[in-house]
Each structure stands twice: as C-alpha cells, then as structure tokens.
C-alpha cells in the first residue's frame, strides 16, 4: 500500500519539510507539491492522489475554497487541513466543506504520519486544541438555541431553583403564588429536557447562569 499526497502551502520552506518528513516513510508518496490553491486544484486533476496536506490562507484561491472543489469533483480525494490558523469560522467553513482532518502546523511529526493513516482509513480527526473549540461553539449554539426555547421568566425562576430557592422562596421573591412557580418549574424541566431540580441546578451551573 502507498498513499500518494499533494503538498500545498504557499511557503517553499514548509513544502520542503512536510517532503523531507514524508519521504521517510516506505508507504507513504509525495507525487506533488502546490503553492496555492489554484495550482493544487490542477496538480489533484493531474496526478489523481489519494490525499492533500493543504494550508488555509493562499494566494490565487484559499485552502476552503480549494477544498470545496477537490471534494466537488475528486470526492474519493482525502484533504488535511493543515494550517497555523484556527479562528472559529475557518474551522467551521473547513468541516463544512468536507476536510477530513485539521491540524495545526505544530502538531508533532509522529501525530502527522498517524493521523495521515487514520484519515486514509476513513477516520476524521480533529486537533486537540480544534477539538475544544469546536465543542465550546456547539454549547454555545445549544445555550443560544435554549435561550430561545425558555422566556425570561423561566430564565430567572431556574436561576433561583440554581440558588436552592423552594417554590415558595420564589414566589415571594418575585411575586407570585407557589402554584404558578411550580407550574412554571414543570414547563421549564420539560422544555430542557431535564427530569429534576438537581438536574436543573448542575444546567444552570453548566451554562453561567448562576
């Protein structure tokens, strides 16, 4: 088995270490080398590889937008981003234009070559510090889409539910009858999907509420 990969970075002095690094291993071939995205789109029509290693930020055409194309009309072609770049919407535009994997440029050479066979095996992979962010971006989607579901009442009787406030607490606090805040309590659990005030206190905690 040997994987054929494209190289393309805009910088020579990366294009010549990411080769000098890649040559070393028996299964794996560097068959072409690009400085933008362009050039890569072609050299991935010429010499028909089984990957690219590609940065973001390009002349001519953009990592994501060279990405789009190789997956548009060379879909069996596997694309690692790698890139010194990780601003939230890049990441978002690369997994969304069907990167397999993003890395960034100092992830260490051995999880190069691993993650390399990984992705050729079907895996995609994400950079630790990617990993992170991109979970923070879908809590924060969630706590924007949970915003949304809740009315501000119920944001401030779970904030007083958080505080270990009793039904009666809250009515007094914010003047109504202990009957209407546990009505509003049971609509608040069922909304969030939550089954008990424990639950709705740790939610609270888990999203700043309190």
């Known amino acids: 088995m040997t994987i ?8 020579e002095v990366v294009r ?3 080769k000098s690094l890649l040559q070393e291993i028996e299964q794996l071939e560097v068959v072409g080398e690009a400085k933008d995205g362009m050039e890569t789109i072609e050299m991935v029509s010429e010499m028909k590889p089984d990957m690219v290693l590609m940065d973001i930020r390009m002349p001519k055409m953009n990592g994501i937008e060279a990405c789009k194309e190789i997956k548009r009309n060379y879909p069996n072609t596997k694309v690692i981003i790698l890139t010194s770049y990780s601003t939230d919407e890049e990441i978002r535009k690369a997994i969304l234009v069907g990167a397999d994997a993003y890395l960034m440029k100092e992830t260490g050479s051995n999880n190069l070559v691993n993650t390399i ?62 009957k209407t805040i546990r009505n509003y309590v049971s609509i608040m659990l069922n909304k969030l999907g939550l089954k008990n005030r424990t ?8 999203n700043k509420l309190v």
Do not use: C, W
């Not at 639950?199 to 888990?206: H, K």
């Open 4 to 11: 054929k990969i494209v190289i393309s970075d805009d910088h």
């Open 16 to 18: 010549l270490g990411l």
């Open 117 to 178: 066979f990984e992705v050729y095996s079907g895996r995609y992979v994400l950079d630790h510090e990617i990993t992170r962010k991109v979970i923070e971006h879908v809590r924060k989607i969630e706590s924007n889409l949970d915003e949304e579901i809740l009315t501000p009442q119920e944001f401030q009787i779970l904030a007083l539910v958080a505080k270990g406030m009793t039904n009666r607490e809250i009515a007094k606090t914010i003047n109504l009858t202990e």
């Open 199 to 206: 639950e709705a206190t740790s939610y609270a905690i888990r």
